[in-house]
């Protein structure tokens, strides 16, 4: 099949890139290297069934595809709020144009959705019909509310013009080719632990997150893209949660560091509790995840070591 995926060059991207042409797809990458790179693609573009395009999803585009896979979006933090307006205008223009696409070449188009569409959430944990609990006007909004009305979008071009959708909501991943000055907490605490610098945790780290390898996630992407299944949201994420002061702590100790862990101010609405409710995932995809915690936190800290090692790591966090 020929896939088109937006965002290709970026963490995930780069991984279900890989994983779709092992597969023995015809891989189109879509991407503006905002927050992806050239790096994470470098193994794939001797392939003759892989192309990049450099490419803004917010201005339109004609090819042919048979799949879209729509990530492209910056996913930090730091790096979503650094052109907030250009964060929206990727999610709600960018996803138009992906969908005028699989509307025009009949292709089905999965929608990368997030955990931040249940904002600060009141529920706990978090299942897809829990409709969540979002500052509209806050410093995460143009990422929250933008990805909102993706998933809006999607199904009102689903309704109104029976396009084949679906939309996975990703809760917190991580592995190799994360950014090294990507901000996320992930990145952040390995290249401050292997560089021996303070662990920055912010506010007093008793906020939860849940954190999932990049190989289950793309997994999971894979299965949902397949026939036969539903256009209504799915989480995929790995619910075993963490504190963040916990997650510093286990850092430390499998990075063998002497970082001290220092305190620092919480960005606001940062969320106070996050995990999955992966019933759905269960039930409709025969989806688990695989990689524990230790086991996917000790690939990371090595790629980073590899990075730190081979003078890749001259960018600041
Ligand atoms: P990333 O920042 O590494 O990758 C995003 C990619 O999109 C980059 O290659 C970037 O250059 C590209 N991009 C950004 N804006 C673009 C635009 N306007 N046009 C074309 N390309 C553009 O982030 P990631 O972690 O790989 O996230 C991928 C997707 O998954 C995003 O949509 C994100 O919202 C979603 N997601 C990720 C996580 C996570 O924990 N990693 C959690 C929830 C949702
Ligand atoms: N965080 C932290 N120190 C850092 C980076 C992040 O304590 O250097 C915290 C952040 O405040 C949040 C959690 O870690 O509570 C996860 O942050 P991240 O940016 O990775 O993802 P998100 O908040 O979008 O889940």
């Known amino acids: 099949m020929r896939v088109l995926v937006t965002g290709g060059a ?18 189109l990458c879509l991407d503006n290297l905002f927050t992806g790179s050239k790096r994470n693609i ?11 395009i450099r490419h803004d999803i917010i201005e339109p585009i004609l090819l042919e595809t048979d799949r879209i896979f729509n990530l492209a979006c910056p996913a930090s933090p730091v790096h979503y709020q ?15 144009n992906m969908l005028g696409l699989a509307k025009r070449v009949k292709a089905r188009i999965l929608q990368a959705s997030t955990s931040e569409v249940y904002g600060d959430p009141l529920v706990h944990p978090q299942c897809e019909n829990y409709w969540g609990n979002v500052n509209p006007i806050g410093i995460r909004s143009c990422y929250d509310e933008g990805k909102r009305v993706a998933e809006t979008l ?23 080719r994360m950014a090294l000055n990507d901000g996320r907490v992930v990145s952040n605490f390995i290249v401050q632990a292997l560089r021996g610098e303070d662990i920055t945790v912010y506010g007093d780290g008793q906020q939860t997150r849940s954190f999932c390898y990049v190989d289950d996630l793309v997994e999971g992407l894979i299965l949902l893209m397949k026939d036969g299944n ?6 995929i994420g790995n619910p075993a949660e963490t504190s ?20 620092m101010d919480l960005p606001s609405d940062d969320p106070r ?8 995932a ?13 086991t996917g936190l000790k690939k990371t800290i090595e790629y980073f070591e590899r990075i730190l090692n081979t003078g890749r790591g001259d960018l600041d966090i």
Not at 82 to 95: D, L, Q, S
Not at 273 to 280: E, K, M
Not at 282 to 294: A, H, I, K, S
């Open 282 to 294: 269960r039930r409709m995809l025969g989806w688990n995840p695989r990689v524990d915690v230790e």
């Open 82 to 96: 650094y052109n907030p307006v250009k964060t929206i205008k990727t999610n709600v223009m960018g996803t138009i």
């Open 154 to 176: 999607m199904m009102d071009y689903h309704r109104q013009n029976g396009v084949d959708i679906r939309i996975v909501r990703i809760f917190n991943t991580y592995g190799p």
């Open 42 to 52: 470098d193994q794939l573009l001797d392939s003759h069934r892989f192309e990049l």
């Open 273 to 280: 509790q996050r995990q999955p409710d992966i019933t759905q």
């Open 230 to 235: 539903c256009a209504e949201p799915v989480n």
């Open 10 to 27: 970026g963490f995930i991207g780069s991984h279900l890139c890989e994983r779709l042409i092992q597969d023995g797809h015809d891989v």
């Open 244 to 263: 963040i002061l916990e997650f510093a702590t286990r850092i430390i100790d499998l990075t063998g560091s002497s970082s001290r862990i220092v305190f």
